[in-house]
């Protein structure tokens, strides 16, 4: 693979959608100029994933150094801000090369982290009881203007933060993201790159990439985690669970699990992709091998 050129020594953040090749060409830049490949991914934390998220296997961890991939108890609700203080001490220690397709913990990263208090349990409930009842778009009509425009209105889980912080502390998300302290790692002072992918091309490699693994074990790790399968679990919204849990509970075929699981996967791809475009549009860009 080619490598593009970057200066020695700077931390390099490599950005992109799913299934875009970017875990390969971190990879080959920590094999051919050291680092040590750190996780951006908010589902890869999770220990109860490899296969369904696309973790590193076992081969590429031990031809490289990588941090904070598996290493989260499934039962745990990590946030941006758990992920920003496990990173803080290895930017001290060694060069990163942080990879991932989380936009949150990039933006967190590169721009700061607002100090938003913790949101007490029975805002959480209140906020997974309106959810249910009223749906997201009814709950995305209820945040401010500003903050409705920052963030992905399609996203459940950010829809429903910005609802908790909103109702927890009376402001909203984007006030407090204006009081932002100072980034552990300013875009400038990084040599930042994101994918840019054709969507034809990105479509075909994530429905490939579903079948090998589904050929390689995703519904035997599923099954295993189907006791614990609670969709308010952080990790239990890796994509593709939920549709693979419901067929192994003997709701529709495999076939059909399948295919709503690919189609979700195209679905995440393209708000990645949107996310990217509007708040990466300084980043270098990369194309992937094989990509026109």
């Known amino acids: 693979m080619d490598i593009p050129a970057i200066p020695d020594g700077r931390h390099v953040l490599i950005a992109g959608p799913t299934a875009s090749g970017k875990s390969a060409l971190a990879l080959a830049l920590a094999e051919a100029r050291g680092g040590v490949i750190v996780n951006a991914d908010a589902l890869q934390v999770y220990a109860n994933w490899r296969i369904l998220t696309a973790r590193p296997s076992p081969e590429d961890e031990a031809r490289a150094p990588h941090a904070l991939y598996g290493h989260v108890d499934p039962f745990v609700r990590y946030s941006v801000g758990h992920w920003l203080r496990d990173l803080t001490p290895l930017a001290a220690a060694r060069r990163l090369i942080v ?124 099954r295993a985690n189907l006791d614990i399968h609670d969709p308010e679990l952080p990790s239990m919204r890796a994509i593709g669970a939920a549709e693979l849990a419901a067929h192994l509970r003997g709701e529709g075929s495999l076939e059909e699990a399948v295919a709503r699981a690919k189609t979700a996967s195209r679905q995440y791809a393209k708000r990645q992709r949107t996310w990217f475009r509007g708040r990466m549009s300084g980043w270098r860009p990369w194309t992937p091998p094989g990509c026109p």
Request: hydrophobic content about 40%.
């Open 99 to 222: 990879t991932g397709g989380t936009g949150l913990y990039f933006r967190a990263l590169t721009e700061g982290l607002a100090g938003i208090p913790p949101i007490p349990p029975k805002v959480r409930a209140e906020s997974e009881a309106r959810f249910r009842r009223r749906g997201l778009r009814a709950m995305a009509g209820e945040l401010d203007s500003r903050t409705a425009s920052g963030i992905d209105l399609a996203n459940p889980a950010r829809v429903r933060r910005a609802w908790e912080v909103m109702t927890a502390t009376g402001r909203g998300l984007a006030d407090w993201r204006a009081e932002t302290g100072t980034p552990l790692l300013p875009v400038e002072s990084v040599h930042p790159i994101v994918a840019r992918v054709d969507r034809s091309w990105l479509n075909d490699r994530i429905d490939r990439r579903f079948d090998w693994m589904m050929e390689n074990g995703a519904l035997d790790e599923v």
